[in-house]
């Protein structure tokens, strides 16, 4: 029994079957390089030239086409497309904020024409960006639809055949028995099936037996699943992108909403959307409840922030309730209900100069600090007389102060503890009979005049909870009511594809996290005849890289085999070899485990010429220490090593594994 040293000196031969051995271990295509002419020789003539040209135009598309579905590439595009995906989040998109973009228009007159060429005004939709998208996913789907085949084609064919040199492979051990060939193949074959290794076996024209194995098969499955996930996110956001909605709107307590698009305050949707695509469904703010931190550091931080609310799912859903909290959004078929803001309504009850009612209502504030200090306008626009009884529009501009600090004229804390209103009154032509869309939080005063006290200065006031301004000239009177009501906002969002997209991430860790720590491996197993009749066992590993794993495995399955076909020394030591039916179907013991070999005997010799490792010991696969002097028959061997060295420490040649960019 012993272990071979490979042969340094010379180098691997084509018919070593090296290059079969360590071929297509990956799916991944192969690098080529730009010929110098696709087309070749030109026969003369027009017949010829055409041949050739379309030769030359075939030839550079496949090259083209191989450079698309390449690695770089790829890399290439994900840099451009997250690249190109800064300036959205930079510069105001239109559709996402069209205000902001005309005030950037307005405010950068030069740079903005230089954007609008560019498309960065909306980037997402913007030729250039999807150019970059549509190549990413054609270089994606280019890649894997081969090598999909490819790896489908591995799975259906067998473990290539053992080349002639097994000890030019980085991991190699053999040592001589007395069991047969076929009983060692047997053996070798059950504890590589039991390592869960696909095997194949054949037989040899010297009457040698041989076992093919190969394992780590999801290694390249994991590659393949890795850049499906890819494109399922990119399907993914596209269609979220395409099909998505949403919209903002504020209600206050006691009104309700309803999925309409005429019900949002505002409202956005992808390229693809129509109105159908809305889900039906309406809720009703019943209440609203908000409480604070009232002192330390922290006061007026919010402790709860709740929406209660009736929701009803259709036309004839039965009416259901929620409580609508930050993080804890309403769900109704796909759309998402978030409570995102708060704020006070003050109630208003106007009249005339005759004391009728002319408005009434609740008009919500738009705070302007944490502390719930917040403005608002109220707007009269029909049915108010004057005290000369004379039509016209009323508009009051309003400050609503939930706990009133006198000394800054702000509040000084969002609960309602000592609530103020001050009040400015105008008096005149609204601009709203025109037709013009305005702001309903904001007064155009532009035909307005404001109302001033007897003698010229500005009227205005502040309102406690159930106090009245009476207006100049009997002009009525306004009222600020005991109810404050409050309100909320909400954003509701549609966002087709966010499970696919969850999967599609989940799926690209799982398939790369398998394709970066799963090898892929093979094994050989050999038993032939040799000229004094012994049978002669070699085992070899090769694995895609370079690893300590190959050498290790194989280890471990050589002190399997090399229990139950011992080495020469034990067998002339020992009782006869087990038969057939006694060492081959007993269970295979685990890899390296010193009951499952006789004890070494100081001093055993082996029948080969050069020196053998311990009689007890199995051949581990590695190379011998030529340097290392051989142990005399009355020197006690050193126990074989439990770490194998690697083959390729040594400097022999060992067949490059082929393998291209992969992405």
Avoid at 620 to 643: E, F, I, L, N, R
Wanted: hydrophobic share 35%; proline share 8%.
């Amino acid at each position: 029994m012993s272990t071979t040293p490979p042969d340094t000196d010379t180098a691997p031969k084509a018919d070593d079957g090296l290059e079969a051995a360590g071929a297509q271990l990956s799916t991944a295509p192969v690098e080529q390089a730009v010929p110098g002419s696709f087309g070749g020789m030109r026969k003369p003539g027009l017949t010829g030239y055409v041949a050739w040209l379309g030769r030359e135009v075939t030839g550079w598309v496949r090259w083209m086409w191989r450079q698309l579905t390449s690695m770089r590439v790829a890399l290439i595009l994900l840099f451009l497309l997250s690249l190109g995906a800064v300036p959205g989040s930079l510069i105001p998109q239109q559709g996402t904020d069209e205000l902001k973009v005309a005030e950037f228009k307005q405010t950068h007159d030069t740079l903005a024409q230089v954007y609008e060429k560019l498309g960065l005004f909306h980037v997402y939709s913007s030729v250039w960006f999807s150019a970059i998208y549509i190549l990413l996913f054609v270089s994606l789907i280019g890649c894997i639809v081969p090598r999909t085949w490819q790896f489908v084609g591995q799975l259906r064919g067998r473990p290539p055949r053992a080349p002639r040199r097994l000890d030019r492979l980085p991991a190699y051990a053999t040592w001589r028995t007395e069991a047969s060939p076929e009983r060692v193949q047997e053996w070798a074959r059950g504890a590589l099936r039991r390592r869960r290794f696909r095997t194949d076996t054949y037989a040899t024209g010297d009457g040698g037996a041989v076992v093919t194995a190969e394992k780590g098969y999801l290694r390249e499955a994991g590659n393949l699943i890795f850049h499906v996930a890819l494109i399922v996110m990119l399907v993914a956001f596209a269609s979220g992108s395409l099909l998505k909605y949403e919209g903002g709107k504020l209600i206050v307590e006691g009104d309700g909403f309803a999925n309409t698009k005429t019900q949002y305050d505002d409202f956005k949707s992808g390229s693809l959307f129509t109105d159908d695509d809305l889900d039906r469904f309406s809720f009703t703010l019943d209440r609203f409840t908000g409480t604070y931190e009232s002192s330390g550091p922290q006061r007026g931080t919010p402790r709860v922030y709740r929406a209660d609310v009736s929701y009803q799912e259709g036309a004839d859903g039965a009416e259901r309730r929620k409580a609508i909290e930050p993080n804890h959004p309403l769900v109704v078929d796909g759309t998402k209900v978030f409570l995102n803001g708060h704020g006070y309504a003050p109630q208003f009850t106007v009249r005339d100069g005759k004391g009728k009612v002319v408005y009434k209502g609740a008009v919500p504030m738009l705070p302007q600090d944490g502390m719930g200090t917040a403005t608002g306008v109220v707007k009269v626009a029909d049915g108010y007389t004057n005290g000369k009884g004379k039509r016209e529009q009323l508009g009051f501009e309003a400050r609503f102060l939930p706990t009133i600090d006198r000394t800054t004229m702000t509040s000084s804390f969002p609960g309602l503890e000592y609530p103020v209103l001050a009040l400015n009154a105008w008096h005149g032509d609204l601009g709203i009979d025109g037709g013009v869309p305005q702001n309903v939080y904001q007064l155009d005063t532009a035909k307005m005049k404001q109302f001033k006290t007897a003698d010229g200065k500005i009227f205005a006031k502040q309102l406690m909870p159930g106090e009245t301004m009476k207006l100049p000239n009997g002009a009525g009177s306004v009222t600020f009511e005991k109810d404050v009501k409050e309100w909320a906002s909400f954003q509701i969002s549609h966002q087709p594809g966010g499970g696919l997209a969850l999967g599609g991430a989940i799926a690209a860790i799982l398939g790369l996290a398998g394709s970066l720590f799963i090898q892929r491996r093979r094994v050989w197993a050999r038993a032939t005849t040799g000229p004094d009749g012994m049978t002669v066992v070699e085992f070899a590993g090769l694995g895609r890289s370079e690893s300590a794993k190959v050498p290790e495995e194989l280890a471990a399955l050589v002190d399997v085999v090399h229990a139950k076909a011992p080495g020469t020394a034990e067998a002339v030591r020992d009782e006869p070899a087990p038969s057939a039916g006694t060492a081959g179907d007993e269970p295979a013991s685990s890899a390296g485990a010193a009951g499952d070999e006789p004890a070494p005997s100081e001093g055993a010799a082996g029948d080969e010429p050069e020196p053998a490792p311990s009689a007890g010991a199995a051949p581990v696969p590695g190379q011998k220490d030529p340097h290392h002097p051989a142990p005399s028959p009355d020197t006690p061997a050193d126990p074989a090593p439990s770490h194998p060295s690697h083959r390729d420490e040594t400097g022999t040649d060992t067949p490059a594994d082929a393998e291209g960019a992969q992405k």
